[in-house]
């Protein structure tokens, strides 16, 4: 009888040790104590849940195979790594962005929805499509790297630099160029293009994606394409497309030996509007202690060999910005000078 009783009160202490021990950390869990765990690291919140608990859904706002979509496939499945739990990406096209956009806008903000996006990319179809919401009140939440939109061509085309391809297009021996999606920061550049340097083009056909102006180059659909640097970089390797010129203002670092719209031609700097900063935001309302935790998360994540690998591979830097600053990118991506005509 005797030993039955030392096996009870055995048993009742080994019940009790879990829960003495999590009360003994429950005021600092009301601080948003950090924890690692054997599956990732987590967060307890003030309320006692563990954050995060399941999967996280991070919205695309463009098609599948784009240079967005396939950077945050990777990014995604570093921060798994950090966290331990899936990130999953839901391609939400349209609108040039804008309808992805808006569904993550309306999402519940607890940590579960993220939305990816470029400024000053979205955010310039944003201003010339003028949707029914606010984008300035998306929750910054971290920065991961940049890129630089481009002028291509495809690789058997008879001209190598901008000024061939400018008298080419005078000479009418080529007509269109190809775009992501109508009202982007690509499709205003475009004509910004046309009117400071006489590359007269008739026809600009718009796309759904700059993965899909890429696919139009390869099966000679079109002869030119707009598109940012991470979108071509696999067709360049293959020797398929060939870059023409980066309209930026000094040579990308990624692509030191590609000509620059600015220092190489001396045309006036359009990279308002071409140099994208690929970014990560939440519904408006997210709590702070969500955004720092997701903060960290991309923080750490960017540091994968995995990710800087494939970051090199395509020609990208990685570069972490976070949530202050991305908030201010957000901020001057929606400020537009008066000259630039957004009615195209």
């Not at 950090?82 to 391609?91: A, E, K, L, R």
């Not at 990208?316 to 910005?321: A, E, M, Q, W």
Request: proline share 6%; charged share 20%.
């Amino acid at each position: 009888m005797m030993r039955k009783r030392i096996v009870i009160a055995f048993l009742m202490v080994l019940l009790l040790v879990p829960a003495m021990l999590a009360a003994s950390g429950s005021s600092e869990a009301d601080e948003g104590l950090l924890i690692e765990t054997g599956n990732g690291r987590t967060i307890t919140l003030a309320d006692g849940t563990v954050y995060p608990n399941r999967q996280i859904e991070l919205i695309v706002p463009l098609k599948a195979g784009g240079g967005t979509d396939v950077f945050c496939r990777q990014l995604a499945q570093s921060m798994y790594k950090v966290m331990g739990q899936p990130v999953v990406i839901n391609n939400i096209d349209g609108a040039s962005g804008l309808r992805g956009i808006g569904v993550a806008l309306n999402a519940k903000p607890d940590g579960y929805t993220l939305v990816a996006s470029n400024p000053p990319g979205e955010q310039i179809a944003y201003l010339s499509q003028k949707p029914d919401y606010d984008m300035s009140t998306l929750t910054s939440i971290a920065g991961y790297s940049s890129d630089v939109i481009c002028i291509i061509a495809r690789a058997d085309l008879p001209y190598d630099t901008f000024p061939e391809l400018i008298k080419a297009y005078q000479d009418g021996e080529i007509s269109t160029i190809g775009t992501p999606g109508k009202g982007d920061a690509g499709h205003i550049a475009i004509n910004l293009v046309k009117q400071q340097t006489g590359m007269d083009f008739k026809t600009v056909i718009t796309y759904g994606g700059s993965g899909d102006v890429v696919a139009a180059l390869l099966r000679d659909e079109i002869d030119v394409g707009v598109v940012p640097s991470n979108a071509f970089i696999t067709a360049y390797t293959d020797g398929e497309i060939k870059p023409i010129v980066a309209l930026s203002d000094e040579r990308f670092p990624t692509f030191p030996d590609l000509p620059a719209y600015g220092a190489d031609y001396g045309y006036p700097s359009i990279e308002s509007l071409t140099i994208l900063s690929r970014c990560i935001f939440a519904p408006p309302g997210l709590p702070e202690e969500i955004q720092e935790y997701l903060a960290s998360v991309v923080e750490e994540a960017v540091q994968d060999p995995e990710l800087v690998s494939f970051a090199e591979g395509r020609n990208l830097p990685v570069i972490f910005s976070d949530s202050a600053e991305v908030a201010e990118i957000l901020s001057n991506s929606l400020i537009v000078d008066e000259s630039v005509d957004l009615d195209v």
